[in-house]
């Protein structure tokens, strides 16, 4: 987001960045089907935030001018991975997995 030429917020998300939805909706099948088949499932989230982008420019007493400009940005990222054993529900399920936050 911009606002008087300076950006605000800057935000992507990394589980569909640059992704058709036909894959995503494979990707989907994918994981019901090593569901079923009791595989090891990994999915991973990336959100990168721009949370300053700014310049300020004062008038110096020798004509030149001061340009100050600051920038910020963050990146946190969500890694989990695991198995999920539904074979008979009546008994339990049974569900083991990491889950990895970065900063």
């Given at each position: 987001?911009?606002?008087?030429?300076?950006?605000?917020?800057?935000?992507?998300?990394?589980?569909?960045?640059?992704?058709?939805?036909?894959?995503?909706?494979?990707?989907?099948?994918?994981?019901?089907?090593?569901?079923?088949?009791?595989?090891?499932?990994?999915?991973?989230?990336?959100?990168?935030?721009?949370?300053?982008?700014?310049?300020?420019?004062?008038?110096?007493v020798i004509g030149?001018?001061?340009?100050?400009?600051?920038?910020?940005?963050?990146?946190?990222?969500?890694?989990?991975?695991?198995?999920?054993?539904?074979?008979?529900?009546?008994?339990?399920?049974?569900?083991?997995?990491?889950?990895?936050?970065?900063?």
């Amino acid at each position: 987001m911009r606002m008087f030429g300076n950006e605000l917020s800057y935000n992507m998300y990394g589980a569909n960045n640059g992704v058709e939805e036909d894959t995503m909706q494979a990707d989907v099948l994918k994981i019901i089907d090593k569901l079923a088949k009791n595989k090891m499932q990994d999915f991973s989230i990336t959100k990168n935030t721009m949370f300053i982008d700014s310049s300020y420019t004062i008038p110096t007493v020798i004509g030149l001018p001061l340009r100050l400009t600051v920038n910020g940005s963050t990146t946190v990222a969500l890694n989990v991975d695991g198995t999920v054993d539904i074979k008979d529900p009546k008994s339990g399920v049974l569900i083991e997995g990491n889950f990895e936050p970065r900063l």
